[in-house]
């Protein structure tokens, strides 16, 4: 006897796919492993829903890294790319190499800003100035967050340690400098305004060659201090362990929504402040001068000015076109291909002899 359909109860809604036919938990990852408020997190999932939206292939993704808090978040988006964690500071250098490989992918790197404004500083550089198509976020805190908080190149001037020490050293500005080294398409944000950070993401996604992204991201640890009774000291000492596990404090994320044009003042898990500065609606990031000019401004009235801060139209090749890189990738290529016949060495060799 055939069991009658069931009438009544609403059927459960399908979830929602992009143009590839795929929800989007498709494009997450394992479980992060960072503290729970870590801002970082947050540009995860931004991430994961910009490539949703924008119909990446997940197949078709390299992710690359250094080594740091942020580089370890490339795990905990797209199960399904290709991934590699390079050494501390070469997400750039790597990502190039694999650019050269398999100009088909769409890379993305993920840094810290220790990671991008000191060790990596150079690689990032010339990342930018060959203009590499890599999608780079730089998940910016002002602080080496794996290795407990010393000062990043990109802390504020004045701005003080757990411990009471002052940074005395003027910041290094990874917007400013990208544009300065040729960057046509270069914005900023904070990790937990959904709102302005997926479309940047999207637009970064979209750009034909090197896009920096780097977006401000709290980290929770700035509330270690000393006394404190939500510090990791406070908590060793007072927990009774049930598994051989760090203990490690519970913060909510901070999360932004303000409109174009305005300031918004933001308490940081230790209890200082930021300024961020939106962007007005009507401001032209297509005028490189006046895009530095505003970051300087910004830097002088200590904000941090986010939106999409400059966007050259009028694109530049990029490394594969100033290449002439085949178009089937090298990575492809079989080996008849690849290698010169012996005929055209020969003739190189012999213009050395
Ligand atoms: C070549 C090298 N130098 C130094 C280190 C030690 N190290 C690991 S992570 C890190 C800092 C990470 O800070 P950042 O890049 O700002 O990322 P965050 O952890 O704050 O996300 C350092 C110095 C290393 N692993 N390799
Ligand atoms: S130490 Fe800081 S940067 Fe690292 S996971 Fe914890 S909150 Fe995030």
């Known amino acids: 006897m055939s069991s009658s359909p069931q009438t009544g109860s609403p059927q459960p809604k399908p979830p929602a796919t992009n143009r590839l036919g795929h929800p989007m938990n498709v494009y997450k990852g394992a479980e992060s492993t960072l503290c729970a408020g870590c801002g970082h997190d947050s540009i995860t999932a931004q991430l994961i829903r910009a490539?949703?939206?924008?119909?990446?292939?997940?197949?078709?993704?390299?992710?690359?890294?250094?080594?740091?808090?942020?580089?370890?978040?490339?795990?905990?988006?797209?199960?399904?790319?290709?991934?590699?964690?390079?050494?501390?500071?070469?997400a750039a250098a790597v990502a190039t190499g694999s650019y050269l490989g398999n100009h088909k992918l769409l890379h993305v790197a993920v840094s810290g800003d220790g990671d991008t404004a000191s060790i990596?500083?150079?690689?990032?550089?010339?990342?930018?100035?060959?203009?590499?198509?890599?999608?780079?976020?730089?998940?910016?805190?002002?602080?080496?967050?794996?290795?407990?908080?010393?000062?990043?190149?990109?802390?504020?001037?004045?701005?003080?340690?757990?411990?009471?020490?002052?940074?005395?050293?003027?910041?290094?500005?990874?917007?400013?400098?990208?544009?300065?080294?040729?960057?046509?398409?270069?914005?900023?944000?904070?990790?937990?305004?959904?709102?302005?950070?997926?479309?940047?993401?999207?637009?970064?996604?979209?750009?034909?060659?090197?896009?920096?992204?780097?977006?401000?991201?709290?980290?929770?640890?700035?509330?270690?201090?000393?006394?404190?009774?939500?510090?990791?000291?406070?908590?060793?000492?007072?927990?009774?362990?049930?598994?051989?596990?760090?203990?490690?404090?519970?913060?909510?994320?901070?999360?932004?929504?303000?409109?174009?044009?305005?300031?918004q003042e933001i308490e940081l898990h230790d209890g200082s402040r930021l300024l961020l500065k939106k962007l007005a609606r009507d401001y032209d990031p297509t005028n490189k001068a006046a895009a530095l000019a505003m970051l300087e401004e910004a830097r002088r009235n200590k904000l941090f000015l986010t939106g999409l801060i400059y966007h050259n139209p009028q694109r530049s090749p990029n490394l594969g076109e100033q290449m002439n890189l085949t178009d089937e990738p090298l990575a492809l290529l079989p080996d008849e291909r690849l290698r010169p016949p012996a005929e055209a060495m020969e003739k190189l060799m012999a213009m050395y002899r």
């Open 51 to 90: 490539l949703w939206e924008s119909d990446v292939d997940p197949y078709m993704v390299a992710k690359m890294s250094g080594i740091g808090c942020s580089s370890k978040t490339t795990a905990y988006f797209l199960n399904l790319s290709h991934g590699f964690n390079g050494v501390h500071g070469r």
């Open 120 to 263: 990596g500083l150079g690689n990032f550089l010339h990342m930018v100035r060959r203009n590499v198509p890599i999608v780079y976020v730089i998940e910016n805190n002002g602080v080496y967050g794996l290795t407990k908080g010393q000062f990043s190149a990109t802390a504020d001037k004045g701005s003080t340690l757990k411990r009471g020490w002052v940074n005395e050293m003027e910041p290094i500005d990874c917007c400013a400098l990208a544009i300065e080294m040729g960057c046509e398409y270069v914005a900023r944000s904070f990790s937990g305004d959904i709102k302005q950070l997926v479309p940047l993401l999207k637009g970064a996604i979209a750009h034909h060659g090197t896009a920096v992204v780097d977006v401000v991201s709290p980290c929770v640890t700035f509330n270690n201090h000393e006394g404190s009774t939500k510090s990791l000291k406070y908590a060793r000492d007072h927990e009774e362990p049930l598994h051989g596990i760090d203990f490690v404090p519970y913060y909510e994320q901070i999360k932004v929504d303000y409109e174009p044009g305005t300031v």
